[in-house]
Nanobody, 123 residues
Framework: QVQLVESGGELVQAGGSLRLSCAAS????????VGWFRQGPRKEREFVAT????????NYGSSVNGRFTISRDNAKNTVYLQMNSLKPEDTAVYYC????????????????WGQGTQVTVSS
């Protein structure tokens, strides 16, 4: 069984930066694709970023491309999301997602989700 625990969410001013972390339990992390989704108030869940098992492939949602960077440390079973130039519209609960099925990217059908961490960006 995989458990995902996010951390790093907090209140930040527009233009600021945050780094989210997600620590995974279990033995499948290093072979799994991981990523992030988010859900803002009164919004649909939105894809943010994904990274494959080796880190060689990454992809980003259009609204964060160029501002956010996903990375992973397989030795620590941890995935990170560096968020720069934050905007009020980035305010959301950010969810860590893990998919051990050999997919190239996480999706809404990925089986493992964390509880989420709140990011609030003030204007």
């Amino acid at each position: 069984q995989v458990q995902l625990v996010e951390s790093g969410g907090e209140l930040v001013q527009a233009g600021g930066s945050l780094r989210l972390s997600c620590a995974a339990s279990g033995r499948t992390f290093s072979r799994s694709t991981v990523g992030w989704f988010r859900q803002g108030p009164r919004k649909e869940r939105e894809f943010v970023a994904t990274i494959n098992w080796s880190g060689a492939y990454t992809n980003y949602g259009s609204s964060v491309n160029g501002r956010f960077t996903i990375s992973r440390d397989n030795a620590k079973n941890t995935v990170y999301l560096q968020m720069n130039s934050l905007k009020p519209e980035d305010t959301a609960v950010y969810y860590c997602v893990l998919d051990p099925r050999g997919v190239v990217a996480v999706s809404t059908t990925s089986p493992y989700w964390g509880q989420g961490t709140q990011v609030t960006v003030s204007s």
